[in-house]
C-alpha cells in the first residue's frame, strides 16, 4: 500500500484524506440514524396510555428520554395539545421540518466525497501523463520504459485509487439516504397518528392535564 502511495504522487495525500473524511461522516451518520430510529408504534402506544391517564407531564418527560425526530415532534404536540386544530397541525409540521436537516447532516459532505475523488484521480492522470511527456523529450530519441514507468504509475494508480474511494462513498451515500427517508415517513405517520389522537381519541378531558 505505501509502495502504491509513492508511486501515485503526491495527489494520492488528498485522495487518502477524502477516504479517511469518508468513513468518519460514515460511521457518525449510521450511529445517529440508529439513535434516531425507535419503535415508533410501541413509542406511541405508551405515551397514549400514561395521557389517557391524566398524567401529561410525564408523556412529555418520557419524550424527553427518547431519542430521535419522532420523540420531539411527540413532545412538541404535547406541549401544544390545547391550541387549535389548525394551529396544532402547523406546529407538528414545523417541528417535523426541523429535524430533517439534522437527519440529512454531512450527507452533502459524503457526496461531495464521491463526487470529487474521481477527478482527483483523474488529475492525477493527467499529472502522470504529463510526466511521461517530459521523460519521452527528455530522452528522446531514445526513450525506454524505465524513463516513462513513473509517469505511467501515477496514471494508474491515483485513477483506481480515486474510483475506489468513489464507488463505496457513493454507495454509503445512498444506503444512508433511504434511512433518512425512512426516518422521515416514520416521522410523517407520527405526525398524524398523535394529531388524531389529542384532537379526536384522547379520553381524558381538558380538566385532567397537568401544567407542565
Known sequence: ???????????????????????TLFLERV????????????????????????NMAEAVSICDQTPGPVAHMVRIALLHSDEPQDELKQTINKAGISEIPRLEKNLGGLLTIAQVT???GLMGTVIGLINIFMAMEQNAPLAEIGDISAGIWQAL?????????SIPSFAAYNFL?????????????????????LKYERTTGDSDHESL
Not at 450511529?31 to 391524566?54: C, M, S, W
Request: aromatic residues 10%; glycine residues 6%.
Open 1 to 23: 500500500m505505501w509502495e502504491l502511495m509513492i508511486k501515485g504522487g503526491w495527489i494520492m495525500w488528498p485522495i487518502l484524506a477524502c477516504s479517511v473524511a469518508a468513513a
Open 31 to 54: 450511529f445517529h440514524l440508529h439513535r434516531a430510529q425507535i419503535k415508533q408504534d410501541d413509542f406511541l402506544k405508551g405515551i397514549y396510555t400514561i395521557v389517557n391517564r391524566g
Open 118 to 120: 474521481p477527478l482527483l
Open 157 to 165: 494508480v491515483t485513477t483506481a485509487v480515486g474510483i475506489c474511494v
Open 177 to 197: 439516504l433511504s434511512r433518512v427517508e425512512a426516518i422521515t415517513l416514520n416521522m410523517e405517520h407520527a405526525s398524524e397518528e398523535i394529531y388524531r389522537f
